[in-house]
Every structure is written in structure tokens, then in C-alpha cells.
């Protein structure tokens, strides 16, 4: 399974950036999928997830309101749009899968998602 994440890139302060992630090299369609974040010196951090093809989006605190996650089945992509976007928004931002269902409360934990993608660097200026 390959995840390409791109879309990153220097922004300013209240601007925003549209994250894409194609996956592809599977036999069957995965279940859930997420996009984390991380940021020099802190520990992975669950931004946005959606558990099933049937499930809504779940978001971190500090993004809901902002962000929004959103996949295309047929074309086997996920997106994060990003508005308003802040200095504390600064991170690589990672994009994963999962070719089960999890619960609501794993959704936004990294130790429940088998397949990262190599991550794409987003920098907001102040």
C-alpha cells in the first residue's frame, strides 16, 4: 500500500492550503481513514478521521471548525481542506488508512491505523 500525501506548502496566517492523499496498491478498499499532524519537539497528533465509507468526519478540537476532511472512493484520494489557517497549524501533516472499522474513541489515535504516508511539511507565517 503507497500513500502519496501533497499540498503542503508556506502560508500565511488566515490562508489556506488543500492537503490530497492517493493511496493505491491494495486489493480490497480500505475502512478509515485519518490525517495526523506533527510538529518539531511534539508528539503525533490526530487532526480529522473518517471511521467508514458510511461514518462522518470526527475532528481534534483545535481544527474543528477549520478543517475539513472529505474522501473520493473512486479515485481512492483523500483530502484535507484548511482554512484560517494558524501558526500553531505548522507541522508535517501525515495521511493514513485502515482496511477495518475502528471505534469512535481510536479514531484519532496513531497506533490504530497500519499504513502512513511519508508526510507533506505545512508552514503558516505570522
Known amino acids: 500500500v503507497q500513500l502519496q500525501a501533497s499540498g503542503g506548502g508556506l502560508v500565511q496566517v488566515g490562508g489556506s492550503l488543500r492537503l490530497s492523499c492517493a493511496a493505491s496498491?491494495?486489493?480490497?478498499?480500505?475502512?478509515?481513514v485519518a490525517w495526523f499532524r506533527q510538529a518539531p519537539g511534539k508528539e503525533r497528533e490526530g487532526v480529522s478521521c473518517?471511521?467508514?465509507?458510511?461514518?462522518?468526519?470526527t475532528y481534534a478540537d483545535s481544527v474543528k471548525g477549520r478543517f475539513t476532511i472529505s474522501r473520493d472512493n473512486a479515485k481512492n484520494t483523500m483530502y484535507l481542506q484548511m482554512n484560517r489557517l494558524k501558526p500553531e497549524d505548522t507541522a508535517v501533516y501525515y495521511c493514513?488508512?485502515?482496511?477495518?472499522?475502528?471505534?469512535?474513541?481510536?479514531?484519532?489515535?496513531?497506533?490504530?491505523?497500519?499504513?502512513w504516508g511519508q508526510g507533506t511539511q505545512v508552514t503558516v507565517s505570522s
Open positions: 473518517i471511521r467508514s465509507f458510511t461514518s462522518g468526519p
Open positions: 496498491g491494495f486489493a480490497s478498499d480500505y475502512n478509515s
Open positions: 493514513v488508512v485502515r482496511f477495518t472499522r475502528i471505534v469512535l474513541s481510536a479514531c484519532l489515535h496513531p497506533s490504530s491505523y497500519n499504513y
